[in-house]
């Protein structure tokens, strides 16, 4: 009956097969036509799979075969699907399904369309066989493989040389982090001996029987790999960078779907995390910053890729410490919400530049809403969803994130200064959402209206923006009532079923520790967890909109109204001003600190080792043998008579060594 | 050593072998070197119907018979290479001769 | 001293100068002459240890076929061409006796010292005489023990004859044989062009990869195309 989970991962790696082998030939400016309904078959079955799951409440298992049989060392390559995998195939599918649309209009006339249509199905594979596999290793397999797409992609414009550098920083600042993961998961097979998720033998099941330490350290060595792909601080800078790609790649990959998976792994091994306090305290830390910095940057930058993208690593801060904090299903609501606003946001981003003719740079807009009404009320929708303004996606999700961090029973009294930088960002959030809105599509035209003429995109973008908006509208109320909605119920076994034996493992290093506070937490969350109160939900619903509204107010103050001057606050707060717009120094400190001197060591390594000391010593080998053999050829003289005299001596000097050695000769003068 | 013996064949055997051997190493022109080839076949011909005729055996009788005709075979091959020779780099010294080494 | 004795110390001296003659003769005709000598004498040492059929043989083969063979092939070489004897290097010529003697010593105490190991044979001079004499034992002997390496040798004679006439065969007639197979065009039409490959050719060499100036000045300058047949080329 399950079998069918195969198609999901099966359909786009065909159609990527196909792109990549027959796309030069065959498919060329048609490749569309063979990766589309290949990602809409797997967004139906997706769909099948969601149904499924959703009527039976039970996990589907697909098993395929054994990829390394090898002593006690076992991965199988199964497939794996329960509440939370179908809640990310529906994600990965639908958004992948819409940025491929609207990719036909985007990408129509590039010389390399087919190339481009056969890397995104290729993602779109690997990011579902990511979320479909039951076991560390598969995790860590796909995990390079998405990282792989995303550096070809981010590098699709290969012949620009910034295209190029921003795939290389990508690939290498995620090197990293996929160092700490790919330790973490040698040290998940150290200590349990396996790297399977379930199971009596499995990770998840045994997470009780190991130390905390233990437990501590693989969690943090997991939310490495975590910071990396997700695009956390410090190695969040290579997400801005990645806009370099085609823009519905931006959408796709780095808005979407590939940097939460960084967030996906962490709630799927919420069992690990959840046994150990620290790794959470570490995970909110990293999150609450990483919200706070990427909002505060986003307020200055002009490019509207960047703005964006800053944006995105505003919110997945915002995921992060949603987790650290134990709101797990509030983390994995925001996920899906903000995957459809924020592609939704990339996408219209894409098409103010496509109607722009290539022009990124905000302040050289505005007063759009004339020429491209579709894209200009969608990007509203998208915005106001980014901002938190209810009803729409965003406000549910992260007003749930905010409340969560409130009661959270991880850290009571932690969490509520969290909540007050939370709301701080998400302020700045709707700041800067507005800001990029106010000076693109009002104001007057600072562009050349002689020889620019911004134009409305092609049905096939526009379309999806159309559908990703009403996504955007509607997809807040599955989670409706906040905390106890559809969503909640369907996805919140996943994280109960371990939290019972988390808090259990925890409880008894409690008892053992000192008691206390954890104890209390255990024993509350043995009974049930915590319920919100309607007060509650509604205090916080008010203050959030309130905060949203305030940053939309002061951006219509700014760039609308003119009572307050940008510049003069820019000119008066020059200092904050130029921190924030040079991105907090981390790139120029990256720069300085790390990828100069490695080149200066790469450059000592090229010059002095390899060059000198390396070949030196091959070429000085080739020229000892060179001469070495110019002066032996001087035996071989070519004349006879010499070999015929080496002959006989040789015959002499055997048959002396025969007689005095091998025979039973009496030779009186050798005696 | 009143009886003839099979040390007096061996003897002289020895003594043409060894007569030809420096023959072989000293001469250059290449017929003499030849021609001292043969020599040591003989030798070593003598030397088997020697031992045959200690031990009572024709065997070695019959080696010499194979001897005979591998070195007829063996002399008009060689001596096609030196009439070949002769004609192609027109020398027949072994000293000239040493396109090998080149 | 027995008679035998006598006559063998006859011979041997005979034969031991004579192949000295060979060794130290200026003639290459003298040596010829001389090594006819040396192998009359190696016949009648034959007989004396009862081998008569090989030593008319020796006399037939060597000084009838084979030294004859060897007289004609020094009347064909060109007498210039063959060096004067005391051009040999010295070094060579003292390394070579100093070998000759050491070799002398190790054989003269091989020969004094030696012992007579294995089993005595069945061919005593009665039993050759019972089946009438020294040339009916040894083809009994041929033609049912080594009849297959009699017919080996026999192949090895046929081959060496057919090379003899290969090897000493004309080379003019090789040439039109090599030219039929494999040959470089360089361009031109009907295949190889003799004045492409320069002088460096020589004569009656096939222009295969072999003249160096020929194949060098041939790929600097025109193309080079690799045929079966003269005429698969059609024009460059």
Known sequence: MADYLILIPLLPLVAAIINLLLGRTVTRGKAHL???????????????????????????????????????????????????????????????????????????????????????????????????????????????????????????????????????????????????????????????????????????????????????????????????????????????????????VSALIHAATMVTAGIYLVARSNALFQASTTAMLVVTCIGLFTAVMGASIAITQNDIKRIVAYSTVSQLGFMAFALGTGAWMAAIFHLMTHAFFKGLLFLGCGSVIHGMHEEQDIQKMGNLRKYMPVTFLTFLIGSLANAGIFPLAGFWS????????????????????????????????????????????????????????????????????????????????????????????FIGTVFESHAGEATHAMASVAVHNDGGALAVMAEEGEHGGHHVSLAMTITFGVISSVVAIGGIFLAYLYYIRRSLSAEATAARFNGLYNFLYNRWGFDTLYQERIVAPLMRLAYFLWQVIDVKVIDGTVNGIAKGTLSASQTLRKVQTGVVSNYALAIALGMVVIIGIYLVGFSSLDVPFLR | MGELGVEHFLSLSAALFIIGMMGVLIRRNILIIFMCVELMLTAANISLIAFGWQMHSLDGQVFVLFTIAIAAAEAAVGLAIILALSRRVHTVDVAEIHELRD | MPWDLIIFYMLAAVCIAAALGVVVATNPVHSAIFLVLCFFNVAGVFVMMGAEFLAVIQVIVYTGAILVLLLFVLMLVNPDDLPEFHQGKPVQRVVGGLLGLILLLEIAIAILNREVVGVTGTATPEAIAAVGGNTQAIGRLLFSDYLLAFEVVSLVLTVGVIGAIVLALPERLGEKVVQRKGTISLGHARGVDMEALGEGTPEGEAPILSGRGGFAKASGGRKLVMTNDPDEYTGA
């Open chain 1, 398 to 489: 992260k007003d749930e994130i905010i409340v969560g961090a409130w009661i959270s029973t991880v850290f009571p009294n932690f969490g509520k200064v969290v909540t007050v930088l939370a709301f701080a960002a998400a302020f700045m959030t709707a700041f800067y959402m507005f800001r990029l809105v106010f000076k693109v599509f009002f104001g007057k035209e600072n562009f050349d209206t002689e020889h620019v003429h911004p134009h409305e995109s092609p049905k096939t973008m526009t379309g999806p923006l159309v559908i990703l908006a009403v996504a955007t509208i509607l997809i807040g109320f599955v989670g409706f009532p906040p905390e106890d909605g559809k969503f909640h119920h």
């Open chain 1, 34 to 248: 063979v990766s589309v309904p290949a990602v809409a078959g797997s967004w139906f079955v997706s769909l099948l799979v969601l149904r499924d799951i959703w009527n039976t409440e039970h996990a589907i298992e697909q098993k395929l075969f054994t990829w390394i049989p090898s002593g006690s060392f076992n991965v199988p390559v199964n497939l794996y699907a329960d509440q939370l995998t179908a809640v990310m195939l529906m994600v990965v599918t639908s958004v992948g399904l819409l940025v491929h649309i609207y990719s036909i209009g985007y990408m129509h006339g590039d010389g390399a369309y087919y190339r481009f249509f056969a890397y995104l199905p290729l993602f779109v594979f690997s990011m579902l066989m990511l979320v479909l596999a039951d076991n560390y290793m598969i995790v860590f397999f796909f995990w390079e493989a998405v990282g792989l797409c995303s550096f070809l992609l981010i590098g699709y414009y290969y012949k620009r040389r910034s295209a190029g550098n921003a795939a290389k920083k990508a690939f290498i600042v995620n090197r990293v982090g996929d160092l700490g993961f790919g330790l973490g998961v040698i040290m998940i097979f150290w200590t349990f001996g396996t790297v399977n998720f379930w199971g009596p033998e499995g990770v998840f099941a045994r997470v009780g029987d190991f130390g905390q330490t233990t437990i501590t350290v693989i969690a943090l060595l997991l939310f490495t790999g975590a910071i990396g792909k997700s695009a956390q601080f410090p190695l969040h800078v290579w997400l801005p960078d990645a806009m370099e790609g085609p823009t519905p």
